[in-house]
């Protein structure tokens, strides 16, 4: 009885088990098109090409959107050299102590080779020695040598150095002196006949021998004043083989512009600022002279200087 008691209330009330479903099912299909056109409406793409995400939740018959955005990330500021610019900034490092170390050989030795050089060949000629003859070189070579030795002694006893240290180096750049000092003159003359005087050739063929004579002179400094007599001088080995021929190039540029202190000789564009002439005093041809080979030392070492790191011969003495 009262199951139809119970049914009998539903058809009264006009519904049905199958009309409930229905509406029920159409509630939660407007329920979820609802959530869609939430979700569809606020998913934007953000200016950092990442999504919000956005969830929707229901408490009662309200939609609540809760928004997941992401952090945007911050720029990271560092603090660091690039290793290229630490790279670049040693070089320029050591670029600038080779410049700092050729103005003090030209200082201390270069300028005084072609001051002694000059200031010899004078005191040879009253000696009656003619240019041509062996004993007018040997002159020449021992004047430059004793010029070079001094200069250097005093230049750096001047800053404080070790005496022993320094007259050891004083030898042994003046053995090498004296080789390219006393070639200088007898293949000058060989190089002026060749090419008929021409400046360009005659200073190009000096530069190549007599840097040549003064490689030998320093090679055989080290066999005689490190070796042999025990001397603050380094031995022969690999390392200051390349050194010494890295410096005997630079000295090669001195004698090669050296030449150009005759201004007799055709094509010589250095002619009227160190061309030593007749009328000039004995001093001032042979400051002439001393700028004429500090020049040509100070172009070649120039150029140099600008080598890689282990590629310049001063690099052995900047450790």
Known sequence: AASCDTGKTRREAGTSPVLEVQQKTMQLTRLALRSSRSFSKFSRKNRYGQYSLLSTSTTGNKLQRQSKSSAVPMAKMSTTVPPEDAISSRQTELVGKRFKLTAEVIASKIFWAGFGWQG?????DQMGFTAESMNFALTTGVGEACAVVTGHTLFYLAKGSSFKQEIATALWLGTGTFCSGTAWQPVVNALVTLTNNNFPMTGAGTMVICGSAFYVGLRLGRIIWGETFSMPIAKRDYENLLSDAGLSVAIGGATGIFVACDPSMAMNIFASGIGVLDTDSNIVGMCKAGIATSLG????????????????WMDLYLK
């Open 297 to 312: 030392y100070g172009m070649v070492q120039s150029w140099q200087n600008f080598f890689p790191k282990g590629r310049n």
């Open 120 to 124: 010899s060949s004078i005191i040879a």
